[in-house]
T-cell receptor, first 113, second 115 residues
Framework: KQEVTQIPAALSVPEGENLVLNCSFTDSAIYNLQWFRQDPGKGLTSLLLIQSSQREQTSGRLNASLDKSSGRSTLYIAASQPGDSATYLCAVRPWEGNTPLVFGKGTRLSVIA | DTEVTQTPKHLVMGMTNKKSLKCEQHMGHRAMYWYKQKAKKPPELMFVYSYEKLSINESVPSRFSPECPNSSLLNLHLHALQPEDSALYLC??????????????FGSGTQLSVL
């Protein structure tokens, strides 16, 4: 059974720092991996989707990498801002057909001005 | 329009009440989802509808009754809930269910409190 782990559970950094969030998964048979952002009491916003054949995806100050063989993904945030404060969730879509996303528990990020 | 709209945003109900949560999208998506999320936990899938037909029910108690009246609307009917059902209920949609690289679009959720 696929399990997704995110470390650390919480992270606090000063504004302007570059930071890395980690995600690991137990079964490398995946279709894709997605990173979501969630503000308190709100829904999820999809940030980046990396297909299993890809190594990375970039959007603005965000860069996500995928190493399927080792079961790892990282989300790199450059020049962090207080507006980046949120919970970041990693989710994988298993290879089996019609199988729902498997979510990690998230990393709660605080960027201090 | 890339939005999934959920109403109401907040709901307080007693254990004997009947209420409904509503979700709407106009992106032409044919897959719609209900998720339940407790505080500081990841979302848990409840139901998946594909082309207005129920495709997945993740062993959800019958006090939660989903309905998909058309391709743009998804309802969740609530009856005789328990206090432990208090949570954020999220609706999501995607173009098709089961496609390998589907992106999910989530609504802002309904924060439900059961007294």
């Amino acid at each position: 059974k696929q399990e997704v782990t995110q470390i650390p559970a919480a992270l606090s950094v000063p504004e302007g720092e570059n930071l890395v969030l980690n995600c690991s998964f137990t079964d490398s048979a995946i279709y894709n991996l997605q990173w979501f952002r969630q503000d308190p009491g709100k829904g999820l916003t999809s940030l980046l989707l990396i297909q299993s054949s890809q190594r990375e995806q970039t959007s603005g100050r965000l860069n996500a990498s995928l190493d399927k063989s080792s079961g790892r993904s990282t989300l790199y945030i450059a020049a962090s801002q207080p507006g980046d404060s949120a919970t970041y969730l990693c989710a994988v879509r298993p290879w089996e057909g019609n199988t729902p996303l498997v979510f990690g528990k998230g990393t709660r990020l605080s960027v201090i001005a | 329009d890339t939005e999934v709209t959920q109403t109401p945003k907040h709901l307080v109900m007693g254990m004997t009440n009947k209420k409904s949560l509503k979700c709407e999208q106009h992106m032409g998506h044919r897959a719609m989802y209900w998720y339940k999320q407790k505080a500081k936990k990841p979302p848990e899938l409840m139901f998946v509808y594909s082309y207005e037909k129920l495709s997945i029910n993740e062993s959800v108690p019958s006090r939660f009754s989903p309905e998909c009246p058309n391709s743009s609307l998804l309802n969740l009917h609530l009856h005789a809930l328990q206090p432990e059902d208090s949570a954020l209920y999220l609706c999501a949609s995607s173009q098709r269910w089961g496609r390998a690289n589907e992106k999910l679009f989530f609504g802002s959720g309904t924060q439900l409190s059961v007294l």
